[in-house]
T-cell receptor, first 114, second 111 residues
């Protein structure tokens, strides 16, 4: 699946601690995204990137920051985790043979904030 | 921005029957409408998509219809099988490659 690797796959942390989730892709896709998935809300866009150092906010960006210093890596940071950020986080990319609009997802990272 | 509403939130059908999931969208500029299937504990995966210049698209037992005037689109699964049990998400996008997803439908196919 577009060679997308997310790490860590599971993390438990305490309120107030910083957390960074990493997404690594091997397909040289220009666009990368971070979504969170919560019951009853589907998938909601947090931030996306349209190139190295080019990022923009999505629907639920408060409390999150991102960075993209290389084409292949897109980092999502929670500066001070809160219980409301307990969720499953999916990284995704678009591009390549699948088509310009087709999202291909990573396996997800389950984050629990106690 | 775009707003996508999806119904029903849960759907149970007997094996062999058809299932229909409906979505509406708000942004008339949206021109791409994919459907994703997510099995328990897995990542969402694209099963079919349609663009705004097409009214219907079929792929074996799966079909999607689009009514641009009414701003709604639907997923139709015929001859359902147990392996069709999953959560299905619709989505819509206009510009900037930002997909907006519906809230999902849990489909259960009863043997």
């Amino acid at each position: 699946d577009a060679g997308i690797t997310q790490s860590p796959r599971h993390k438990v942390t305490e309120t107030g601690t910083p957390v960074t989730l990493r997404c690594h892709q091997t397909e040289n896709h220009r666009y990368m995204y971070w979504y969170r998935q919560d019951p009853g809300h589907g998938l909601r866009l947090i931030h996306y990137s349209y190139g190295v150092k080019d990022t923009d906010k999505g629907e639920v960006s408060d409390g999150y920051s991102v960075s993209r210093s290389k084409t292949e890596d897109f980092l999502l940071t929670l500066e001070s985790a809160t219980s409301s950020q307990t969720s499953v986080y999916f990284c995704a990319t678009t591009g390549g043979e699948a088509g310009a609009n087709v999202l291909t997802f990573g396996a997800g990272s389950r984050l629990t904030v106690l | 921005g775009e707003n996508v509403e999806q119904h029903p939130s849960t759907l149970s059908v007997q094996e062999g029957d058809s299932a229909v999931i409906k979505c509406t969208y708000s942004d008339s500029a949206s021109n791409y409408f994919p459907w994703y299937k997510q099995e328990l504990g897995k990542r969402p995966q694209l099963i079919i998509d349609i663009r705004s210049n097409v009214g219907e698209k079929k792929d074996q037992r799966i079909a999607v219809t689009l009514n641009k005037t009414a701003k709604h689109f639907s997923l139709h699964i015929t001859e359902t099988q147990p392996e069709d049990s999953a959560v299905y998400f619709c989505a819509a996008t206009g510009s900037a490659r930002q997909l907006t997803f519906g809230s999902g439908t849990q489909l259960t196919v009863l043997p």
